[in-house]
């Protein structure tokens, strides 16, 4: 009887040990930040606007560090959206590269050019920084 208790002594005490460690571990790791991008773009825009993104945007975001994961496309309550998600090793690193993208003076001429042509390109904009949870299957998106 005392070595069933010991046993489970020994048992419990490792369980909760290894749950506090990988807290630990996982608190003090750098994990990545992501970010969710969705544009609510004009249906009669939606062509110019995904070849600016394509052929300008992403050239220049790469210059300063822009990590996209994927994009999409969707049409969500009637309204046509661009969707795309990006991956940061941190929340700093994002604000300065998102600073540095829209100084970027190529692209702000690209911008105005494009709308002197088009008109509007975005109705709205959402931005979500997401922030992975210790449970989470994967850790980072790209390996």
Known sequence: MKQ?????????GSLIFGQNYSSKEFSSTKTPVHQL???EIPK???QVFLDRFRDHALRIMKKYGFNI????ESEF?????????????DENTMKIAWQAFMADKEWKDI?????????DFVNNIE???L???EFSPEKTLLK
């Open 4 to 12: 069933l208790l010991v046993f489970f002594l020994l048992l419990s």
């Open 37 to 39: 991008r969705i544009y």
């Open 44 to 46: 009669e825009n939606k």
């Open 69 to 72: 994961v994927s994009i999409w």
């Open 77 to 89: 309550e009637g309204k046509t959206e661009f969707v795309y998600l990006l991956e940061w090793t």
């Open 111 to 119: 911008k105005m050019q494009t709308a002197k042509l088009h008109g």
């Open 127 to 129: 931005d979500r920084t």
């Open 131 to 133: 922030k992975i949870t």
